[in-house]
């Protein structure tokens, strides 16, 4: 791996960065509703409100406040919640592990069950197996993960009461959100695998190893499974820097106490500095993820070469 490009893709992301967080600044602040009155009540008197405005910051302009948040992010500080007044910092230190939890499980399930059905359905095109895998992939990516986990919590914890319900600890709580979020990796994994499988076997250089009579099993393992893994890797990449960003809509489902959840109860009460804070740190890990993958394709493909 080449020292410059490294330093290079690392420059490249500062701007995103940047652009993430005046995205969200804007969009928060244009946001109809008050954080102070939201926090001291309607019959809060003008005189407190104005007074905690001020302590907060928000009596400011927008370019103020934004470059004021920028000058702290860059240090590593993203304030303090209006909320919980505590450090933004602190809550997302909390928060993200339980979303690195919820992201790493529904990743290793979606990739152990998409991967291996996938090669299987791209060997065999055209056959049943492939017919009823690229079914299970469009029911896997068709129905909602919010409605599959309702579904869920209505089956397996309320009628048959095998399950908890939310919150989160043991192995069993993490079961029946890690298996809503996963039928549409898995359907996407399918799809993108059995595609990639089917082009590469169809490459010359694969006609030219059967013709050589070297063993199926040789050819496959050697000279198709990495390049066909090459697209795979980066729809991975991506999904899991989205699902590390917030399942938000599981996360609340399933009152999972994570980032996406942190985000919705900051947008609820208009506190400002958490929702920004989440949002950085997700186009963080984004970022983050994204340059891992390119790592990733010098390994699987030793064509590539960064310079």
């Known amino acids: 791996m080449d020292i410059q490009y490294f330093l290079r893709r690392v420059i490249q992301a500062i701007p995103l960065l940047f652009l993430a967080?005046?995205?969200?600044?804007?969009?928060?602040?244009?946001?109809?509703?008050?954080?102070?009155?939201?926090?001291?009540?309607?019959?809060s008197s003008e005189e407190k409100v104005a007074a905690v405005r001020a302590a907060l910051g928000l009596d400011r302009s927008l370019p103020e406040q934004y470059l004021r948040f920028l000058g702290r992010a860059i240090r590593g500080d993203l304030g303090m919640s209006i909320r919980a007044v505590r450090p933004v910092t602190e809550l997302v230190r909390l928060a993200f592990p339980a979303t690195l939890e919820l992201a790493g499980a529904t990743m290793l399930l979606a990739?152990?069950?998409?991967?291996?059905?996938?090669?299987?359905?791209?060997?065999?095109?055209?056959?049943?197996?492939?017919?009823?895998?690229?079914?299970?992939?469009?029911?896997?990516?068709?129905i909602p993960s919010f409605w599959l986990g309702l579904n869920f919590i209505v089956l397996f914890a309320l009628k048959w009461r095998l399950l908890p319900t939310s919150g989160r600890g043991e192995l069993k709580h993490l079961?029946?959100?890690?298996?809503?979020?996963?039928?549409?990796?898995?359907?996407?994994?399918?799809?993108?695998?059995?595609?990639?499988?089917?082009e590469v076997l169809r490459q010359?250089?694969?006609?030219?190893?059967?013709?050589?009579?070297?063993?199926?099993?040789?050819?496959?393992s050697?000279?198709?499974?990495?390049?066909?893994?090459?697209?795979?890797?980066?729809?991975?990449?991506?999904?899991?820097?989205?699902?590390?960003?917030?399942?938000?809509?599981?996360?609340?489902?399933?009152?999972?106490?994570?980032?996406?959840?942190?985000?919705?109860?900051?947008?609820?009460?208009?506190?400002?500095?958490?929702?920004q804070g989440v949002v950085l740190i997700s186009a963080l890990v984004f970022v983050v993820i994204n340059l891992l993958v390119d790592f990733m394709y010098a390994i699987f493909d030793p064509r590539v070469r960064y310079q």
């Open 21 to 43: 967080s005046f995205v969200v600044f804007l969009l928060i602040h244009i946001t109809p509703g008050d954080p102070v009155r939201l926090m001291l009540g309607e019959q």
């Open 111 to 142: 990739v152990a069950v998409g991967l291996p059905v996938g090669v299987l359905a791209g060997l065999r095109p055209g056959s049943l197996f492939d017919s009823l895998a690229l079914l299970f992939a469009l029911l896997g990516q068709s």
């Open 175 to 198: 079961i029946m959100p890690a298996c809503a979020l996963a039928p549409h990796l898995i359907g996407l994994i399918i799809r993108i695998t059995r595609t990639s499988f089917i």
């Open 204 to 220: 010359d250089y694969i006609r030219t190893a059967y013709a050589k009579g070297l063993r199926p099993s040789f050819v496959l």
């Open 222 to 275: 050697r000279h198709a499974f990495k390049n066909a893994m090459i697209p795979v890797v980066t729809v991975i990449g991506l999904q899991t820097g989205a699902l590390l960003g917030g399942a938000v809509i599981t996360e609340t489902v399933f009152a999972w106490p994570g980032a996406g959840q942190l985000a919705v109860n900051a947008l609820y009460t208009r506190d400002y500095p958490v929702v």
